[in-house]
């Protein structure tokens, strides 16, 4: 069974940057086709898609964040990263990591989800 | 303000028929498949249908999907209390190159 976690500091201050990490486990991350996902939803709001990573490295992210925004995978490891720079209130979530059926697709499988919050 | 437009609630009593809508434009929904998640309250979401009108394994058959146009639909039967829950629909927007959500559809099992 897939599974996936998310790892990284639960509060973050503002203007510095926020770093997750999804560890993949009973499953290889470098599959074809599969895309990973970070996916946040803000507390009481609804799903927000950040980006998108495939194995090889090539990545689709949120035009209205892209500038703040690095994913990255590690393929000996399993993992992929998420890096959000110049943190604002704004940016409190919960952030979810996922597997994405293709880079237009369905995410089918989910982490727990990790609450980052923004705050001095 | 999200880029799909779903109703903020819908409820129905058990056993009754409820449908969620989604309403997107020519460049998500018009183009591509939608997919629905639930949402259970502290919870990560559940994929709940895929491309539009498919089931994952393990999804009842009392929830079912459809699209037509840059409308898509999600039909939920025999209603019963654990389908008590958040519905969000995704589609791939080609214009923003990037997946979009709907702002989720409050369910309440009277």
């Known amino acids: 069974q897939l599974r996936l976690q998310e790892s990284g500091p639960g509060l973050v201050k503002p203007s510095e940057t926020l770093s997750l990490t999804c560890t993949v486990s009973g499953g290889s991350i470098s599959v074809r086709y599969y895309y990973w996902g970070w996916i946040r939803q803000p507390p009481g709001k609804g799903l927000e898609w950040i980006g998108s990573?495939?194995?090889?490295?090539?990545?689709y992210i949120i035009p209205s964040i892209e500038s703040r925004v690095t994913i990255s995978v590690d393929t000996s490891k399993n993992l992929f990263s998420l890096r959000l720079r110049s943190v604002a209130a704004t940016d409190t979530a919960v952030y979810y990591c996922a597997r994405g059926a293709g880079p237009a697709r369905d995410f089918d499988y989910w982490g727990r989800g990790a609450l980052v919050t923004v705050s001095s | 303000q999200s880029v799909l437009t779903q109703p903020p609630s819908a409820s129905g009593a058990p056993g009754q028929r409820v449908t969620i809508s989604c309403s997107g434009s020519?460049?998500?929904?018009?183009?591509?498949?939608v997919h629905w998640y639930q949402q259970i309250p502290g919870t990560a979401p559940k994929l709940l249908i895929y491309?539009?009108?498919q089931r994952p394994s393990g999804v009842p058959d009392r929830f079912s999907g459809s699209k037509s146009g840059t409308s898509a639909s999600l039909a939920i039967s025999g209603l019963q209390s654990e389908d008590e829950a958040v519905y969000f629909c995704a589609a791939w927007d080609d214009r923003l190159n990037g997946a979009v959500f709907g702002g989720g559809t409050q369910l309440t099992v009277l």
């Open positions: 990573i495939y194995y090889s490295g090539s990545t």
């Open positions: 020519s460049s998500n929904i018009g183009r591509n498949t």
């Open positions: 491309t539009s009108s």
